[in-house]
C-alpha cells in the first residue's frame, strides 16, 4: 500500500464522514466483512486481501476506495478482537438496527462473495459459527427486502 494513502487513511480516519463519499455505505460493508472476519480467531491477512479484491469489484477499481474499505474492516476486527467496545454480539445487531433504519443497505450483503471468506477458515467450531452467521445475514436481507418491497 501505498505510503500517501496510509497518511491520507489516518487523516481520513479522523474525518472519515466529512470527506468520504458514500461513508456510511462504505462503513456498512466493513461492519458485514468484520462480523465474519472477527468470528475467526484464526483470521489471515488473506481475508483483507478478499476484501480489496471484493472492493476494487464494487468499487469500478478504484483503490484508494477498496483500500479503504479494508482498512476499516481491519479497524472492527480489531475492535472486536480487541473486546475495545464493540464485540460480534453488539456489532451483529447494530447491523440489524442499520438495516432498519436504511433499508436499501440490505442490497449491498452479498452473500456469494461472504461465503469466500470460509475458505480461509480450518477449525469445524469456527466454520460453523460462520456459517451460521451467514445465515442470520441472508435472513435479515431477505426480511428487509421483503419488507421494503410490500411497502412500495
Known amino acids: 500500500m501505498r505510503l500517501s494513502f496510509r497518511l491520507k487513511h489516518h487523516f481520513f480516519s479522523a474525518f472519515r464522514e466529512l470527506f468520504v463519499h458514500h ?12 462480523l465474519l472476519i472477527a468470528a475467526n480467531e484464526d483470521a489471515t491477512v488473506e481475508n483483507y486481501i478478499l476484501i480489496k479484491r471484493i472492493g476494487l469489484k464494487l468499487y469500478k477499481e478504484d483503490t484508494d476506495r477498496a483500500d479503504l474499505l479494508m482498512l476499516s474492516s481491519k479497524e472492527m476486527v480489531k475492535k472486536v478482537k480487541e473486546d475495545n467496545g464493540l464485540n460480534l454480539d453488539s456489532l451483529a ?29 480450518h477449525n469445524n467450531d469456527t466454520l ?13 436481507k431477505n426480511e428487509i427486502l421483503n419488507q421494503h ?4
Do not use: V
Not at 461513508?23 to 468484520?34: D, P, V
Not at 440489524?96 to 433499508?103: A, C, G, T
Open 23 to 34: 461513508h456510511g455505505s462504505l462503513e456498512f460493508r466493513a461492519k458485514i466483512f468484520a
Open 128 to 140: 460453523t459459527y460462520q456459517e451460521n452467521i451467514l445465515e442470520f445475514l441472508e435472513n435479515i
Open 93 to 121: 445487531l447494530n447491523i440489524q438496527k442499520e438495516l432498519k433504519i436504511i433499508p436499501r443497505y440490505a442490497k449491498k450483503i452479498d452473500i456469494d462473495a461472504l461465503r469466500e471468506f470460509l475458505k480461509f477458515t
Open 149 to 152: 418491497k410490500n411497502k412500495g
